[in-house]
């Protein structure tokens, strides 16, 4: 038995290196080598070096306030709870199938009493009879002659490497969400500040031109002007109020816990809240993106679960052999020559099955046809989005840098109409003109500033910043 043993091992350790699993050939990248060119677009972008990925998100954001929400839902948030749980659950499945290639040792022990009737006994009288049996052995071992238990290990093994890179996706898409929940809150805080201010304005105004109304110098027509421009203020005074309410909440929501309360004092808007995002070359894209290494971790598992169904089409061997001690009394298992073996090798080999393991196949490499498509998307998704992000930057700088210029402009005309009005040269009409637009530009300038920072952010995301990696990633750690 031991020769026939080391003779099966040997030819396990020989055939072991047979795979049918097909070579791995990466698809080429849809996109092009270089991003876009043109007036929405800064100069010389592509060839910044350094990559988005290697800034950590706490170099990025500078706004103190920031990095401790940031920090509190990569703690607290669902969402990434979830994800990193998938993870040690796929983990768990790659060790279960990676199992399978070697035996699995079990002692058994056993114990039968029987008694036949005199009917029945050769002898015709009543007999009773026992054995009893323990034994170490291996059970049903499959010996992977073919590859096909190490085709399956390695798509578990991809599966797992996809599922990782998903939890990194996650956690860069929240540190961007929460990114911009802070911001949208910090935004629609100076909106109602700046709504607080003008009201205040406004109401002012309205006091002077009613005690003008009284003395009969100013018309009704002024006075309605002056009460409609409050009303308005206050409509918006109460939609602010609630944005910031509502920002607020759908912060907390992406925190999965409540705001400190020794939360550090936010950086106003206008400061240099964020660190310049460098862009890089398209190709590092299948290098930084977490969705492109996942989809890419998905190729590779359709592409081993190929090996495995090729596999399929070849003889299964396995192997059930064990030694133990055999006895018709309890008192005399260990006894001398009560040694037992068992050798019992088997074979299957398919002949008919009614084209099920052709189906199999043929469903196997459409499944890497599927992922090939996926694979290609994602890479065209990353480069759409990382080619927004940088006409985005050009364009949102044209656009605020003509903003403030606009706020300026108009503050100088509210000036001047205020000056006209208050010494009786324009009537009451041109200073609320005056007003409302300067209100609106300064409204304008706030949603202009924040859209700039949103991209910016989203540019950072999209380069696959956001993630600090932990450890190694091994399914065995």
Not at 24 to 40: F, I, S
Not at 63 to 78: K, M, S, T
Not at 275 to 296: F, I, N, T
Request: net charge negative; hydrophobic share 40%; with cysteine.
């Amino acid at each position: 038995m031991r020769h026939s043993l080391l003779s099966l091992a040997i030819a396990a350790t020989l055939l072991g290196g047979c795979s049918m699993i097909p070579d791995y050939q990466r698809p080429e990248a849809p996109v092009a080598t270089n991003w876009p060119e043109g007036e929405a677009y800064s100069q010389g972008a592509a060839q910044v070096d350094t990559a988005a990925a290697e800034l950590d998100w706490r170099e990025f954001f500078h706004d103190p306030a920031l990095r401790q929400v940031v920090e509190l839902a990569l703690a607290n948030n669902r969402d990434l709870r979830v994800a990193a749980l998938n993870v040690e659950a796929y983990r768990s499945l790659y060790r279960i199938q990676r199992a399978d290639l070697f035996p699995s040792v079990s002692a058994d022990g056993g114990a039968t009493r029987q008694r036949l009737p005199g009917s029945l006994s050769s002898s015709g009288e009543a007999t009773t009879s026992g054995q009893y049996s323990a034994t170490l052995g291996v059970n049903a071992w499959e010996l992977d002659f073919f590859g096909r238990l190490r085709s399956l290990s390695q798509e578990a093994l991809e599966q797992y490497f996809a599922t990782e890179q998903a939890r990194r996706s996650t956690q860069i898409s929240l540190v961007a969400a929460v990114a911009t929940a802070y911001l949208d809150w910090q935004a629609d805080q100076a909106l109602l500040q700046l709504t607080r201010d003008t009201l205040k304005t406004y109401e002012e105004s309205y006091a002077l031109t009613q005690r003008s109304f009284d003395v009969g110098v100013a018309d009704a027509l002024s006075l309605s002007q002056a009460r409609t421009a409050v009303e308005s203020a206050q409509v918006s005074l109460a939609q602010y109020s609630r944005l910031v309410a509502q920002d607020r909440n759908a912060l907390i929501q992406l925190l999965g816990t409540g705001l400190p309360e020794n939360l550090p004092r936010g950086m106003h808007l206008d400061d240099d809240l964020l660190a310049e995002v460098p862009a890089g070359l398209p190709s590092d894209l299948l290098q930084r993106r977490p969705d492109v290494l996942q989809a890419e971790h998905q190729l590779k598992a359709a592409n081993a679960n190929i090996g495995a169904a090729r596999a399929a089409f070849f003889p299964s061997v396995s192997l059930t052999a064990n030694a133990g001690s055999l006895s018709d009394e309890l008192s005399g298992l260990f006894d001398a020559g009560s040694g037992s073996w068992l050798f019992q090798p088997s074979i299957s080999l398919p002949i008919f099955n009614a084209g099920r393991l052709k189906a199999n196949l043929e469903y196997s490499e459409l499944q890497k046809d599927i992922q090939v498509a996926n694979y290609e998307k994602a890479i065209q998704v990353a480069f759409q989005e990382v080619a927004d992000g940088l006409a985005a930057r050009t364009t949102y700088q044209q656009q605020l840098d003509a903003q403030r210029a606009l706020v300026k402009t108009t503050e100088e005309y509210y000036g001047f109409a205020e000056r006209r009005y208050r010494t009786g040269v324009d009537s009451y009409l041109t200073l609320l003109d005056a007003q409302r637009q300067l209100f609106s530009a300064r409204q304008q300038l706030i949603g202009d500033r924040l859209n700039q920072l949103a991209s910016e952010v989203n540019l950072y995301k999209a380069l696959g910043g956001g993630w600090k990696e932990q450890g190694d990633g091994s399914p065995d750690a």
